[in-house]
């Protein structure tokens, strides 16, 4: 689960930053949330990808 919601949100931040409209702080959260959830899986011993 949590690898699937780390690929959402790389995939939505990628779109914002090839896309002409960025929604500024949010992408950045979400790229910030997407290395936290691939961190957890890391560091309780799953492949992180």
């Given at each position: ?28 959260i979400?790229?910030?949330i ?14 992180p990808?």
């Amino acid at each position: 689960m949590f690898w699937t919601i780390a690929v959402i949100l790389i995939i939505l931040w990628v779109l914002g930053l090839v896309s002409s409209y960025t929604m500024g702080g949010f992408i950045h959260i979400l790229l910030v949330i997407a290395i936290v959830v691939v961190l957890i899986r890391i560091i309780s011993g799953r492949k992180p990808l």
